[in-house]
């Protein structure tokens, strides 16, 4: 059955179906073989609706539609224009400012193409125009970017947390000091690249330019302390955070900034809507999918035939690591999640393993296979954004992939880095 399963899958892919397809035909013959036709198939329309009706998921689309309004407005900008404004002008400040106003807009959007967009849209010509070569530029844009998946809110560590029936807030709070962490790496990288290759400095602002760029973005600065605080205070759930970031955005973009119109925020509303029903679809086959390989006992055969199923904490982690970063080499990482996640579930159970730091790994594997070859979906955001070759946008991203290896070996070395901003603050 697996093996049908698997050519299935294999087959259709080639074909170029969208996942979704894929997923369901691999689920019908896995149910067909496993029941001896589809006389029960109420079963599998039961799991599916299962699948999607955590609360949980009410954030996805509340925070995809709070991204897409301020990317379509002008938080993004004024958040780069108040980095730029304190540290542009040092050695490599540029590029720092770059991987900076990543991580504040993914602290505000919570996606990586998203945030592909938003940042590298007014900083990769400045990048160019400043010395920094092309490769380099573009790779720091769709690297930093990644970032986006740690630092809450994260869609991924929203789907996780629904597959692993986990807290998705203390999975938030986990997220922070990894993502922190890669900053600190990827700045330093910056500013070793730029000392190295006699990168000019741009002009230091003024007093009254920082002034006015930090009042100009401190009305976007409120998207994380939403989060972070109102999740951190015990004030939100993450569900309602994110229902909240959608009025704040709205009430920015549209009253304060006056960036966007009601038609506007209609055609927004209406490509959120097609995004979400996209992951909707895709959650409710993988959760029928899921049943099924788990009521054959599929993922216990494979972790016995892989040997993991005497594995140690470290042996599985390194696993988990290694196969859900080759996974995000080629396949959408909510599509990795939602079938890889079931298959280590009972050895993450079996080693009573914190399910919060399985998450955070997971997620930044992830964020690696989004900027890594040959199918991450960061790269193929910045070949059609910046309308540069698919060779030019990876030449330069062997470093911060190196650097988002280290990250993730430091997490598995010591969950520390990881939990202990999750034990501050859930031990109350």
Partial sequence: MTSLMLTAMVVLLLFGFPMMVPMMVATLIGFYVQFNGFGNSQFMIQQMFAGIRPASLIAVPM??????????????????????????????????????????????????????????????????????????????????????????????????????????????????APGLLILVLFSIYSVFFAIRNEVPTVAKATLAERLKTTRDAIWPLGFPIIVIVGIYGGIFSPTEAASVCVLYALLLEVGLFRELKVKDVLDIAKSTGVITAVVFILVATGSAFSWVISFAQIPQAIMAGLGLNEANEFGLLLAISIAFFVGCMFVDSIVVILIMVPIFLPEIDRLELDKVLVGVIITLQVAIGAVTPPFGCNIFTAVAVFRRRYMDVVRGSLPFVLILVMVSSLLILFPSLALFLRDLAFSR
């Fill in 63 to 176: 925070f995809i539609l709070a991204a897409d309004i301020m990317t379509k407005g002008r938080s993004a900008t004024r958040l780069i224009d108040m980095v730029m404004a304190y540290i542009g002008h040092y050695k490599g400040g540029l590029a720092v400012s770059t991987a900076a106003a990543c991580t504040m807009f993914g602290a505000v959007s919570g996606s990586t193409q998203a945030t592909v967009v938003a940042v590298g849209s007014p900083l990769h010509p400045k990048l160019i125009q400043n010395g920094y070569k092309d490769s380099f530029s573009l790779s720091l844009i769709i690297s930093a970017s990644g970032i986006a998946l740690l630092i809450p809110p994260s869609i991924g560590m929203i789907i996780y947390g629904g597959i692993a029936q986990t807290s998705i807030s203390e999975l938030f709070i986990a997220g922070i």
